[in-house]
């Protein structure tokens, strides 16, 4: 079956570390987004990116940097310099030329720093 | 710029209750409407869509309708169970290519038996 895979489902890092999650999509879709939520707090965009070899910032980039070599993968690393970076992060893609599409959710990471 | 708005939760319900979620817009253009629905520890799945002025979209008992002259989206369900505790999210996607996915704060939703 087609999906979004993200892994690992949680993961503690201590402070000053850099961290990466992993996003991968078997669905042949074009755009992928990574989303940060905090609890009670709705979604806010990190990055996204609609094509490989390229990436834009979303609301809240800073502290975070990602890479798209290639159509199926989407990794974001949480860098030292995040600040609060306590959080679940989501995954998301869609077939971006079509916005009667929504996105496709990966079930996402959990990352607690210690 | 565009933007979602829900109504403030928690909503607490009895199991077979009538469910409302009320869903606001402001985007220019016709924007494709949305419904998604995160269970505890999941990420968000799809629940359903409207992409044009009065379409009905609908899925496991819910509906929401796309209302232009009011640029709403409510989400109704005649009657919930405990499995749909959940939060419940709103949100739109502007017709032109490369948008994104624009989300509402969410209600979160607890049914008691």
């Known amino acids: 079956d087609g999906g979004i895979t993200q892994s690992p489902k949680y993961l503690f890092r201590k402070e000053g570390q850099n961290v990466t999650l992993s996003c991968e999509q078997n669905l042949n879709h074009d755009a992928m987004y990574w989303y940060r939520q905090d609890p009670g707090q709705g979604l806010r965009l990190i990055y996204y990116s609609q094509i490989v070899n390229d990436f834009q910032k979303g609301d809240i980039a800073e502290g975070y940097s990602v890479s798209r070599e290639k159509k199926e993968s989407f990794p974001l690393t949480v860098t030292s310099a995040q600040k609060n970076p306590t959080a679940y992060y989501l995954c998301?893609?869609?077939?971006?030329?079509?916005?009667?599409?929504?996105?496709?959710f990966g079930s996402g990471t959990r990352l607690t720093v210690v | 710029g565009d933007s979602v708005t829900q109504m403030e939760g928690p909503v607490t319900l009895s199991e077979e209750a009538f469910l409302t979620i009320n869903c606001t817009y402001t985007a220019t253009g016709y924007p494709s409407l949305f419904w998604y629905v995160q269970y505890p520890g999941e990420g968000l799945q799809l629940l359903l869509k409207a992409t044009k002025a009065d379409d009905k979209g609908s899925n496991k008992g819910f509906e929401a309708t796309y209302r232009k002259e009011t640029t709403s989206f409510h989400l109704e369900k005649g009657s919930v169970q405990v499995s749909d505790s959940a939060v419940y999210f709103c949100?739109?996607?502007?017709?032109?290519?490369?948008?994104?996915?624009?989300f509402g704060e969410g209600t979160q939703l607890t049914v008691n038996p």
């Open positions: 998301a893609s869609s077939p971006d030329r079509l916005s009667t599409y929504g996105y496709t």
């Open positions: 949100a739109l996607r502007r017709e032109t290519s490369g948008s994104r996915l624009t």
